[in-house]
């Protein structure tokens, strides 16, 4: 998908921005000790439940929120910053590492249409997946279930079920 940047679409994404960041601005301040604090305020800024069982270590930072849908048992250690314009769902019993970047959205690559337009695509991460510290995945991706995404990755491709990928651009070097 794009659109443009200037638009009462590309408004709205703008107070959008500004929600996420005031509520991000709460999250931050919710100590790591207040589990369902954490739980609450992560809720208010994806606008759905995440469940008992969902933990998130701030900082943790995202362009809208909105976007972002998360099964059971998810884990999201600190320092992540997701950019959901394009949508990122992420499946039941997924570790996400320190410092992870999940981008669904950008702009398009001509000169003459970058800096007006956007492109998005979901990011569909399936269950069981471990992603590691610092590793970036990229819009229009899907990583399949059991995958594990090595640190420092740059994943621009869907990963197979039950592998293992690293480096930049992230390529299988193990089946799981």
Sequence with gaps: MTSSARSAEGRARFENVQRAVRLLA???????????????????????????????????????????????????NQGCHFMDMGGIAIGDDVMIGPKVTIVSAGHPVSPSKRRNGITAAPVIIGKNVWIGAAATILQGVTIGENAVIAAGAVVSRSVPANSMVAGVPARVIKHL
């Design 26 to 76: 709460r999250l931050s301040a919710i100590g790591f000790d207040d589990l369902p604090g954490l739980r609450s305020a992560f809720e208010e800024l994806v606008g759905k439940p995440v469940g008992d069982r969902f933990m998130v270590i701030p900082p943790f930072s995202t362009d809208c929120g909105l976007n972002i849908s998360v099964g059971a048992n998810v884990f999201i």
